[in-house]
């Protein structure tokens, strides 16, 4: 897409912003905002003289959405409240991930009341420019290059201090065409999210049609002419003559978890597998093996299945199968994502 261009341009002073419009200035992020720092996870508070909050963690803060699916809460003495309490209009930022999405974040809307976050997220409250314009702004190619620039690097992860965001130059534009830009913007991304609507659907058709698929092979092979027989499962019809069919329980081992969610390390050393698809961080490692990892309760029953070989831990609501016998473990994960409401439900009609 093009752009139409001002009559004069003066260069930022900075290699990574290049030139800007003549009449824009170019301001610390110090000057145009204050950072609230978040809440360090340390030893437990006893609940007596306490509230319990909300509170927001790197996994709620996506790259221009939050995912509020699983807020966990926390203990805090009530005089602490103010000083972690998001407002609407602060733009919230992690302080790590992934290369390409270092420094980007939303806007925090008052969705939940009372919350505050943690030390990983940033809460950037600004009050001589536009919440909007800071956001769009620090999704820019030219903000994530200032911040990969002063970030600290290991292995396809960087992270920012609060007191290099600061030191970040913003471009400030006249108020009036802010809004203007701010508008176009809006006007832009909402055809582009459109069309990424469509694709998303197509996708979602795709989806289907592999899952019928492997649905397919794994309850009647990959031989159309094979004989078949009953099951003897109303729900899962004929298979074919030369298969077995057996409950569960006796082709592999079946355990729920230990670990609680409070154990969750945001940089633990192995996988941490809880009741939903986001797989979280652990330092702990009670197992190493081919296992399927599936939620025992709430929204992800039937949803949520993980296929895992390696060093692992899990929730104490988690079901772990493992020791696979006559069958590969990925067989079984697939068989269980393509049939398992088929199965539940037909039970829970028998009951």
């Not at 790259?63 to 998001?86: A, C, M, Q, W």
């Not at 505050?116 to 030219?142: C, G």
């Not at 992860?157 to 609060?162: G, P, Q």
Request: aromatic share 10%; proline share 5%; charged share 25%.
């Amino acid at each position: 897409m093009s752009f139409p261009r001002y009559p004069a341009y003066k260069p930022s002073g900075l290699e990574w912003l290049g030139e800007v419009p003549e009449h824009w200035e170019v301001k610390p992020l110090k000057r145009l905002a204050e950072i609230q720092t978040g809440l360090a996870k340390g030893k437990e508070v006893e609940p007596e003289g306490c509230i319990e909050v909300p509170f927001l963690r790197v996994a709620n803060v996506q790259d221009g959405f939050l995912d509020l699916e699983n807020v966990h809460t926390i203990f805090i003495p009530e005089s602490s409240l103010k000083r972690y309490l998001l407002r609407p209009g602060d733009v919230l930022m992690n302080e790590g991930g992934d290369f390409d999405k270092l420094g980007r974040g939303c806007i925090w809307d008052g969705t939940i009341s009372l919350c505050i976050h943690q030390n990983h997220v940033f809460a950037v409250r600004p009050h001589l420019i536009l919440p909007s314009w800071l956001n769009a702004y620090t999704s820019s190619i030219q903000a994530n290059s200032y911040f990969i620039s002063r970030s600290k690097q290991s292995t396809n992860l960087a992270s920012i201090s609060s007191s290099n965001l600061m030191d970040l130059r913003v471009p400030v534009a006249p108020d009036l065409e802010t809004k203007k830009i701010l508008d176009f913007l809006s006007h832009e991304t909402a055809k582009i999210d459109a069309l990424i609507a469509e694709q998303q659907r197509l996708i979602e058709l795709l989806q289907e049609k592999r899952q019928a698929v492997i649905s397919h092979a794994v309850t009647k092979g990959l031989n159309p002419d094979a004989p078949m027989k009953d099951s003897g499962v109303e729900w899962l019809g004929e298979v074919p003559e030369h298969w077995g069919v057996k409950q569960l329980r006796y082709v592999c081992n079946i355990q729920t978890g230990s670990r609680d969610t409070e154990e969750a390390v945001e940089e633990g050393e192995y996988p941490f597998f809880v009741r939903s698809q986001i797989v979280e961080r652990i330092d702990s490692c009670s197992f190493d093996c081919e296992a399927v990892l599936t939620a025992g309760d709430g929204a992800g029953v039937g949803k949520v299945f993980h296929y895992y070989v390696g060093p692992f831990d899990f929730h104490q609501r988690v079901y772990m199968l493992n020791e696979f016998k006559q069958m590969h473990g990925k067989l079984v994960y697939h068989f269980l994502k393509a049939n398992f409401f088929k199965g539940t439900s037909k039970n829970q009609q028998g009951t």
